[in-house]
């Protein structure tokens, strides 16, 4: 039995069964990243002033990385253009940019990832509290580049290439005098579970996208000779996600990074 409305649009809505259902399932994505979004707000507003974080992500990479996935709405949109005009070849160019800016994209959040699980704050002793980014390790303590903050001020600690005039030093701490150490990692604070909350989750969608884009770029690429109009609205289909992927991002960027 052949499935009604693959390839041409119900009468009663004007969609295809796929689009109806991406639509759906964007909807519910609403509802989702809406929630978190909503409890960020209420936790941020209903901080002490002052008291909220700042400055602890890296805006030049953050920026890098929007405009990375600017691009790949641009080249998913151009790849769906090509198919409607039959220009097989210009389509797996465009798909191919998309895949390639997907990799680029989690390649600059694996590396801001790493740069936080490597960023330490230490607190001493005698009081003191260093904060940078451990660089060795030995048997008996382990090395930091970073500078002594105030204790006060430890929770508000400015990323190092946003404080050029903080001067960096390698600083050697023993064990014996550590009575506190933990990396900016999700359990750090409340800001950074947030951050990585909200952005591990995109990551996921975009892992996601990227696998569903890979497979129509690669395997999925023979229906286009079986049943072109179909491949076509699929390759929509799956562009309608990737755009929503992206507005997630332009939402996430200035609320974690600017803001």
Known sequence: MEIPYTTEPRKDTGLFNAK???WLFLASEVMLFGALFSSYILLRIGAEPGAWPHGLLNVPLGTV??????????????AWASLKMKNFGNFRK???????????????????YNDKFSHYEVQLNDGRVVDGHMVEKSADGF???????????????THAWQEHEIKHEEIKIKNSDVKYKENYGP?????????????????????????????????GASMWKTDPERYTNRIEVSGL??????????FLFPVLYLL
């Open 20 to 22: 109806l259902g991406i």
């Open 94 to 112: 465009y798909q191919a940019v998309t895949l390639v800016c997907s990799l680029c994209f989690l390649g600059i959040k694996s590396y801001e």
């Open 143 to 157: 090395t930091i580049h970073g500078h002594y903050v105030d204790k006060a001020e430890a929770a508000k600690v």
């Open 187 to 219: 359990w750090h604070n409340t800001y950074m579970a947030i951050y990585f909350t909200l952005t591990g989750l995109h990551a996921l969608h975009v892992i996601g996208g990227a696998l569903v884009i890979a497979f129509l770029w690669g395997p």
């Open 241 to 250: 996600f990737w755009h929503f992927v992206d507005l997630v991002w332009i």
């Open 65 to 78: 990385n929007t405009i990375v996935l600017i691009v790949s709405s641009i080249t998913v949109v151009m």
